[in-house]
């Protein structure tokens, strides 16, 4: 019975929320398994947006299970605030699971993510500012917190004790900053754990009964495979894999028990914060992506940059992730262009590369190769089945498909929920 891994392909916000939403109905279990509050998915059900960070996106659908997986970093604040956010607006948010082994972001990571961009000036990332960076840190570093730590008080004073004695010295002598009391800490903590604890879980050895009673259980994956700390734009990435592989160190699922990736591709590309992005538009094409598809970033109100669709990172993103179906998003946007740009490959300093190069400073230097592809007038956001489609523009779906390394199995035409062209079922 299908597990399957929903992630983006490109950096972020290609509308993985809508995509699963899409699948809502059919599915048991809706699985985040990286990232944290640094998402940003909005999610249009009739008259009704929802801006989703830290939840999964199958939260607004009735009788799914969404879980809060182990590779997941947790800030139990905006956990509750969300939470408390839903309620008011009817959504049952009563079956929500939250790992035991996930980690926390407390105040020190989000005041350490702050003061090290502001130390980076001109190499700043442009972090979301909500904590990911130190916190995965500080798992690596094997100094985190994690959830089932609230329940021992003696055990939590000394593990926030200990994350805290190299970082105060930091945050006083390198920052400038005042030092984080270890009490302080300790007492947010703590006021969190009663309302917690009936959420917290064994998420790997729930989903596994899960799978072995035949239920569909889909990874929703944060950020995207250019966003990835391994196989992104390092090191303008975000700090956990966002790829599918990601969803099996993340879950505690093993690889051999997934049966479907899909990748959420934008049929142009965006990107929100600093880093390369070869296709990236300077002129007016570029306002006209921003306003017509709203590009204007759901966690941090930042104006998303914007570009041309670049098929070597899509070719890119089915590699990496294993990709078994793309779901094309925003092809409404591009009506009423006259030609459609799309970036074949690169060339760097007179070399033709046909893939994106290894190298970061050839990455840097970059310059897309164009093919162009004429554009369509009609309104597209009432289409339903791929024959609704102008001719030009089933065409360059067509195209992008024989670029990009996977067939293109849904595409979506518009913000809302129906608003989508499905070509082959998602979950068989
Ligand atoms: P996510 O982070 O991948 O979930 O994506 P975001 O929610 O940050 O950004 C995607 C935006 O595009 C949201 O505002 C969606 O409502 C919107 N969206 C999704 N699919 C489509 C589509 O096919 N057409 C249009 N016009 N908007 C879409
Ligand atoms: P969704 O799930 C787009 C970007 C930030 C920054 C970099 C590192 O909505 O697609 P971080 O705060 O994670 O340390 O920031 O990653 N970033 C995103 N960009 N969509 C996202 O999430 C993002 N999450 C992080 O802008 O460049
Ligand atoms: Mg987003």
């Known amino acids: 019975m299908p597990a399957i891994v929903l992630i983006g392909a490109q950096w972020g916000d290609e509308g993985k929320g809508k995509a699963t939403d899409l699948l809502g109905s059919r599915v048991d279990y809706v699985v985040k398994f990286n990232g944290g509050n640094n998402a940003g998915h909005t999610v249009v059900v009739g008259d009704e947006k929802y801006a989703l960070h830290l939840l999964p996106s199958g939260i607004l659908t009735p ?16 956990l509750f605030e969300e939470l408390d956010a839903l309620s008011e607006r009817g959504v049952d948010v009563s079956r929500l699971r939250v790992s035991a082994n996930a980690h926390v972001i407390t105040a020190y990571h989000r005041t350490l993510d702050k003061v090290t961009e502001r130390f980076l000036g001109k190499r700043q990332i442009g972090t979301t500012g909500r904590g990911i960076g130190p916190s995965y840190a500080d798992k690596i570093n094997r100094v985190g917190i994690r959830i089932q730590d609230l329940f021992d008080e003696n055990i939590l004073r000394q593990k926030v004790e200990g994350a805290l004695e190299q970082k105060n010295h930091m945050l006083v002598k390198v920052y400038n900053r005042r030092a984080i009391e ?47 700390v391994d196989h992104g734009t390092y090191p ?30 934008k049929a142009y590309t965006t990107r929100v914060g600093a880093g390369p992005f070869p296709t990236e538009l300077f002129d007016e094409s570029g306002d006209f992506l921003r306003e017509k598809g709203f590009e204007f970033g759901t966690t941090t109100g930042r104006p998303r940059r914007t570009g041309w669709y670049d098929a070597p990172i899509a070719r890119f993103t089915a590699r990496i992730n294993g990709v078994t179906d793309f779901v094309l998003t925003k092809l409404d946007v591009l009506t009423g262009l006259e030609q459609i740009p ?14 994106v190069p290894v190298s970061q400073s050839d990455f840097h230097h970059a310059t897309p190769v164009y093919e162009n592809f004429p554009g369509w007038k009609e309104d597209i956001t009432g289409a339903r089945a791929f024959d609704d489609l102008p001719q030009n523009a089933q065409d360059y779906v067509l195209a992008l498909e024989a670029m990009s390394g996977a067939r293109i199995s849904a595409i979506g035409v518009g913000p809302d929920r129906e608003a989508i062209v499905v070509r082959h079922d998602l979950i068989d």
Not at 64 to 75: C, R, T
Not at 196 to 212: E, F, G
Not at 237 to 264: L, M
């Open 342 to 355: 799309v970036c074949v490959a690169y060339e760097v300093d007179g070399v033709r590369f046909d893939e």
């Open 236 to 265: 303008f990435v975000t700090s956990s894999n966002a790829t599918s592989g990601g969803a099996v160190t993340g879950s505690g699922i093993a690889p051999n028990r997934i049966d479907r990736i899909i990748a959420v591709v």
């Open 63 to 78: 009788g799914v299970i969404p879980v809060i997986a182990n590779g997941v970093v947790v800030d139990i604040e905006v």
């Open 182 to 228: 270890v009490e302080e800490v300790v007492g947010d903590l703590l006021s969190y754990a009663e309302r917690l604890r009936p959420m917290v879980d064994d998420t790997a050895l729930t989903l596994h009964r899960a799978l072995d009673d035949g239920k569909t259980v889909l990874f929703e994956g944060g950020q995207a495979t250019m966003l990835d």
